[in-house]
């Protein structure tokens, strides 16, 4: 198949997932075109069948707001009229799916047919997409897409909760690949950040809000006050200042570091004891699977799609969002030098229920599905 890739090129969990993606359907021998507004960052090889066609978006002096959605439009039109593209597969709905369906009719005016598949990955439905501003939209473009999927069965309710939605959502959970991700001896690395046999707490985000890292900071807090431990933080993002603050206010700045984006992010993980995801929402929880595919087990919040994934004292424990307390109790239950063995083993199976070999075939499936339906159509 020749598909076409729309994206944020971003750290995002929606921009790692389309980029893993497309790479994983190249090496089955798929030819990938990925459209975006700059080179995602896990891009960074060659292969004979990816693809990349960055969309230009001028600027003019009359516009306020450059229109991305127009240049992306005409970008994927573009592509599939030159590289005859079977299909358009765009994750996040805003503004991907809109301009979407636009490219499809633009198409479709010139007798040319291609289908679009929407992956909803969570903002964009459970923040985003339902503030008036975008919801007539999000919720047309969704209604309009040849299919529809959805990282968890939490956001799939989600969207029909929120949205006028009446077509069918197909549940396809995010994967994890393990080649890459697992536990990687990092002796020194673990030596050099807990030089005393400290305990290694990680937090990886976009720093947003609805991360809440402020919870995932006075966890570490509690716990440092019963075991020696140090946090690291990795990610960047609006919420970074106002953290920093807090933690130099509770006095434990020497035991936190903010490591910032990361690339490698698998190594940090390789040496941690436990993952902290205390988030507001999530759709899914990308960065607690990379997490458990590295043997390490998972505090989170109880919130959206995360109990699909952490199993309640299995690979690691599920609290009510901003129940700090419960999650203290629980990671010095995790961390006690007794229990950590069958935590990691637990994460690391949990983890390979998402394998990439076997949820990248449910992708395949869905795209013939699609294919044969909007066929069928013409
Ligand atoms: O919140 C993030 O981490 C970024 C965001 C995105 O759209 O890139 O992540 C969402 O999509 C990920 C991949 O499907 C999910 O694993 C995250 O849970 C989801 N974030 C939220 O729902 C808050």
Redo the contacts with the bound molecule.
Sequence with gaps: MKIGIVC?P?F??????ATELGKALAKNGHQIHFITYQQPPRLDFFSENVFYHEVNIPTYPLFQYAPYESALTSEMVNVVQNEDVDLLHVH?AIPHASAAYMAKMILRSQGRTVPVVTTL????I??VGKDASYEPVVTFSINESDGVTS?SEN?RQDTYAHFNVHREIEVIP?FIDLSRFKRQKKDHFKLAICPNGEKLIVHT??F?R??RIDDAVMVFYHVQQEMPAKLLLVGDGPERARIERLVRDLGIYDQVRFLGKLDAVEEVLSVADLFLMP?E???????A?EAMACEVPVISSNA??LPELNVQGVSGFLSPVGDVDDMVKNALYVLDDVNLPTFQANALARAQEFELSKILPLYEAYYERVLQESTAKV
């Excluded at 995002?12 to 997932?17: E, W």
């Excluded at 990955?121 to 964009?124: E, I, K, P, Q, R």
């Excluded at 929402?281 to 960065?287: I, K, M, T, V």
């Design positions: 944020y971003t995002g969990g929606s921009g790692v997932v996040y990955h969570g903002t964009d459970t923040l990282v956001l995010n985000s976009n947003r609805v991360k988030s929402n999530e759709s899914f929880g990308l960065a699977l959206g799609g």
